[in-house]
């Protein structure tokens, strides 16, 4: 059983950093796959970063990278996502996902391929 929590959403002001924390229990860094997405009212899941355990590669869509930055934690068991120089239309709940699989880039950014999901911590990006 794995079990997701998201912390650390709020509101800031455009060009402000928010760091985000996805607490993970159960079996979670035994391999696998963590991804951040968000979801703004009315709109679809949006990817936005991911980190496979087995090598620590990192992965970030293109309308975060240079921005954002994804890490982890292994003592914690906890994966962090940094967000920096933060936009309005950022404005979402931020979800992290867990797949049991090491996916590769094609996969990653699919909703379908995460099997666990926390229930999100709002960002709300407004002067």
């Known amino acids: 059983q794995v079990h997701l929590a998201e912390s650390g959403g709020g509101l800031v002001q455009p060009g402000d950093s928010l760091r985000l924390s996805c607490s993970t229990s159960?079996?979670?860094?035994?391999?696998?796959?963590l991804g951040w997405f968000r979801q703004a009212p009315g709109k679809e899941r949006q990817y936005i970063a991911a980190i496979r355990f087995s090598g620590n590669a990192k992965y970030y869509s293109s309308s975060v990278k240079g921005r954002f930055t994804i890490t982890r934690d292994s003592a914690t068991n906890t994966v962090y996502l940094q967000m920096n120089t933060l936009k309005p239309d950022e404005t979402a709940v931020y979800y992290c996902?867990?797949?049991?699989?090491?996916?590769?880039?094609?996969?990653?950014?699919?909703?379908?391929?995460?099997?666990?999901w926390g229930q999100g911590t709002q960002v709300t990006v407004s002067s």
């Open positions: 159960g079996r979670t860094f035994e391999g696998g796959t």
């Open positions: 996902a867990k797949s049991s699989l090491s996916l590769i880039m094609s996969e990653i950014s699919s909703t379908h391929n995460y099997e666990s």
